[in-house]
């Protein structure tokens, strides 16, 4: 089993970044908690801010695109940052697991929309919008969150439901995903779509089996509790929605 994915850490008591030592904690729906010494802003969307000291300054951040266009592509209006030393925690009030992403300089990473919770200033954000393959999960496509590292080391922190699995992927090496399933993938990671038609058999006629397929060299981030609106044709169900209990509940998060 050396090549499945494997779990990343549910809690991390003393992660470290430039200027920054933070923790992973709580089991059920957790928290990101830092301590910076003001040498290295933290930005984040305003809404996942849990607690901070109340001494801790925060502003806006900068953005490379306008709000307006933001706001009309369906992203958060506003990046907040932390502008001084001091104490402060994030969380997605959502059951999941929070991810600590390292980024050296010149690397880049990809993350699905509304799962980005914090990174640091020297970590330029961007976003796209994703067609083609999304169509047949979202009605028109979804965005994409882009994060790239301009300097030194730092770190993106993301928020996935269920647990995160991380693949690290060799050159050539591929692995298809559940398009629910992806939470995030290396700019030095390609993604395609493999669809497989049944007209006979258990799934039926006109049933497809849908998997957005990685091809490395980079890592690719799995959330085992992924999601779909009712009605897409997506994955093994071939059109049917997701069953109610604890799925459920957490696809009533997501859509929210």
Same mark, same amino acid.
């Given at each position: ?130 067609? @083609? %393959?999304?169509?047949?999960?979202? *009605? !028109? =496509? ?7 590292? $301009?300097?030194?080391?730092? #770190? ?40 497989? @038609? %049944?007209?006979?058999?258990?799934? *039926? !006629? =006109? ?7 990685? $091809?490395?060299?980079?890592? #690719? ?36």
């Amino acid at each position: 089993m050396s090549s499945a994915p494997k779990i990343l850490p549910t809690q991390i008591q003393e992660g470290t970044a430039s200027g920054i030592r933070y923790r992973l904690e709580g089991e059920l729906v957790p928290a990101l908690h830092m301590a910076l010494d003001g040498s290295m802003p933290v930005y984040f969307e305003h809404h996942v801010l849990l607690w901070k000291h109340p001494t801790l300054q925060i502003g806006l951040h900068p953005l490379r695109k306008g709000l307006v266009r933001r706001a009309f592509a369906g992203m958060p209006l506003l990046l907040l940052q932390i502008e001084s030393g001091g104490e402060v925690a994030f969380s997605r009030d959502a059951p999941g697991h929070v991810a600590a992403l390292h980024l050296q300089a010149g690397a880049g990473i990809q993350v699905r929309e509304h799962q980005f919770l914090a990174a640091t200033q020297n970590i330029e954000y961007d976003y796209s919008r994703m067609k @083609g %393959f999304a169509n047949m999960m979202y *009605g !028109g =496509g979804f965005f994409i969150d882009q994060f790239m590292c $301009t300097s030194g080391e730092g #770190v993106v922190w993301v928020h996935g439901y269920g647990n995160v699995f991380e693949k690290v992927l060799d050159p050539g090496e591929s692995i298809d995903i559940e398009p629910g399933g992806w939470l995030y993938y290396d700019h030095s990671v390609s993604m395609s779509q493999e669809v497989y @038609g %049944f007209k006979t058999g258990l799934l *039926g !006629g =006109g049933g497809n089996l849908v998997f957005n397929r990685f $091809t490395g060299p980079g890592r #690719v981030g799995l959330q085992s509790a992924y999601y779909h609106p009712p009605g897409a044709e997506t994955g093994a169900g071939g059109g049917q929605g997701q069953a109610p209990g604890m799925g459920g509940l957490l696809g009533g998060l997501l859509g929210n």
